[in-house]
């Protein structure tokens, strides 16, 4: 798999009781501050990806003006949720871990599920995927876990790390895991991807987009482990070594943890597993 994040956005939205769809960005200022453009791109893009009509939308805006103290993106979610005769909400957007003081102040309910991978894994992904370079990579992650460094390595009350491993190779336990914690009963529905729900979903993307999106194409599967390791193949020598050094402080907290993906690898050899 491609994103852990993603894939535990589709599992969990298979849930009976959890409506969870595509990336909102609602901390965004078109999506929190001006709502009411509809010639914003984020506007734009939200409205095509959570299947809404201007007068849907309009309706949605109504209400907001009407409670001005709550979040837009709350509004939206609570009447998508209703449409899908769900009672709950999940929002997958990676900048999410950058609002936690928002997200704690807003929902204090909430629990941040952070979905932790091995930097060089992550870095092979984003190279490929997107095609960014080791400096992108650096600006965004060294600055992304501001709000969350203390909790980092732990479990609290509002935060789950959930390691990629785990939900590849554990899908069950790791699922089980995470429904636990946030009060929902286990659903077998959950632990493993509708790969005709994650078809449709591509081809919806691929219109909108007017591309492939190589996370929507390999959701479109059932869930496979090749990515593991995969940054012996992807990333230079060069690169694997400024992630080890940059991002020594986390590897020091999740080191032990990451040894499993060497250990898995050498017992899978270059073959491809799926489950």
Not at 207 to 234: G, H, M, Y
């Amino acid at each position: 798999m491609k994103s852990g994040t993603s894939l535990l956005r589709v599992l969990l939205g298979q849930h009976p009781n959890l409506f969870a769809t595509f990336e909102s960005h609602w901390f965004s200022d078109e999506l929190r501050n001006d709502w009411m453009n509809f010639e914003s791109h984020r506007v734009k893009l939200l409205m095509q990806l959570f299947e809404l009509t201007r007068n849907e939308y309009q309706s949605l805006c109504i209400e907001k003006i009407s409670n001005n103290n709550v979040e837009f993106i709350d509004i939206v979610y609570r009447y998508c949720a209703k449409r899908a005769h769900k009672s709950r909400w999940v929002d997958k957007t990676p900048y999410n871990i950058k609002y936690f003081d928002v997200i704690t102040r807003e929902w204090p309910g909430a629990v941040l599920i952070h979905v932790t991978r091995e930097y060089k894994d992550t870095f092979a992904s984003w190279k490929v995927r997107r095609g960014d370079d080791i400096n992108t990579f650096l600006d965004w992650s060294l600055v992304a876990y501001e709000q969350i460094r203390p909790l980092m390595g732990t479990e609290q009350q509002n935060y789950l790390e959930v390691d990629y491993f785990d939900l590849v190779v554990n899908s069950e336990h790791t699922m089980r895991r995470v429904l636990e914690k946030i009060g929902e009963p286990w659903d077998a529905a959950c632990s493993q991807i509708v790969v005709k729900d994650t078809e449709e979903e591509r081809i919806k993307i691929k219109n909108i987009i007017k591309r492939e999106s190589l996370t929507s194409v390999s959701l479109a599967k059932p869930i496979f482990t090749d990515s593991i390791c995969q940054w012996k193949r992807l990333i230079s020598k060069g690169e694997a070594n400024i992630i080890d050094k940059e991002f020594a402080p986390y590897y020091a907290i999740y080191g032990q943890r990451w040894k499993r993906y060497d250990q898995y690898c050498q017992g899978a050899g270059n073959s491809t597993r799926t489950r």
